[in-house]
């Protein structure tokens, strides 16, 4: 695998139809029995947030809550893409509950732009939210239960591989290294000592931020305050094929729910 050397100054690579991936989404949660909710709509721009839930097998012992989002940055499509297969691969362990944000910001995709319409990166809104998208996101999370691990999906154009950020503050169980294994067979790991400025060790970033010490929160720092003890932040490169980078998204995203369907059950 061979990086495609296109991304200059910012993400080059193929746009996706968002459009036709998110009726393809629901398509496939319908067929699975994912419940969907419109959580935000702006029907002038056809803009329209949903999140699909779907409980855990009936009579499952050691439920856990997964929350999954992707498509906050409209220039990586690997994550709607990866949303899309895991759904329809529908290989989720019986004793998960799931949540699932597939898309919040669609309209960042039909311009093939990081930020909304108005110019807004939305991952900085978490703290002191200006942008309606994340008003609403937010209200929504708001509403739900505690989650047991959360996943964020993600791209960077300049990354040499697979990474991932770790936001771990008990020292749980950590599936980091397990993830970064699997997907290795599939997608090249960043293995830089520094990424995004940041110490790194074999594709696996835990920075130690206290959130508080930010002005502006990504997703990732309401979560671990408001609503988890675990979360990931998946970052596939997108210097890569298309086809690689969902690969490692959904290769990461299906090793960390294995994992924690596992703990949920004792063994």
């Not at 935000?40 to 855990?56: C, I, M, N, S, T």
């Not at 991952?123 to 309606?132: D, H, V």
């Not at 995203?253 to 703990?263: H, P």
């Amino acid at each position: 695998m061979q990086r495609l050397r296109k991304n200059l100054n910012r993400y080059c690579g193929d746009p996706i139809d968002i459009d036709a991936t998110l009726a393809d989404i629901r398509t496939a949660a319908a067929q699975h029995g994912f419940a969907s909710e419109t959580f935000y709509g702006e029907p002038d721009r056809q803009v329209e947030l949903f999140a699909l839930h779907r409980p855990a097998a009936a009579g499952t012992a050691g439920v856990r809550r997964v929350y999954i989002s992707s498509g906050i940055h409209g220039d990586e499509p690997a994550g709607p893409l990866a949303v899309r297969q895991l759904l329809q691969d529908n290989r989720w362990p019986p004793a998960l509950e799931l949540w699932i944000c597939p898309c919040l910001n669609p309209v960042g995709f039909r311009m093939n732009s990081r930020e909304n319409a108005s110019g807004v990166d939305l991952n900085r809104q978490y703290r002191e939210p200006r942008a309606a998208e994340i008003r609403a996101h937010i209200a929504w999370l708001d509403r739900q239960p505690s989650f047991d691990l959360c996943l964020m999906l993600h791209e960077d154009w300049e990354s040499d591989g697979f990474y991932l950020y770790e936001q771990n503050p008990d020292g749980r169980r950590s599936p980091a290294a397990e993830m970064i294994e699997r997907v290795s067979s599939v997608c090249p790991i960043d293995r830089n000592e520094m990424i995004e400025g940041r110490p790194a060790r074999d594709g696996v970033v835990r920075a130690n931020i206290d959130p508080n010490d930010r002005p502006e929160w990504p997703e990732a720092f309401y979560l671990i305050t408001r609503k988890t003890r675990l979360s990931y932040t998946l970052e596939a490169p997108s210097d890569y094929l298309m086809e690689v980078r969902v690969a490692a998204l959904v290769t990461a995203v299906n090793t960390a729910v294995e994992m924690i369907a596992v703990e949920g059950d004792g063994t």
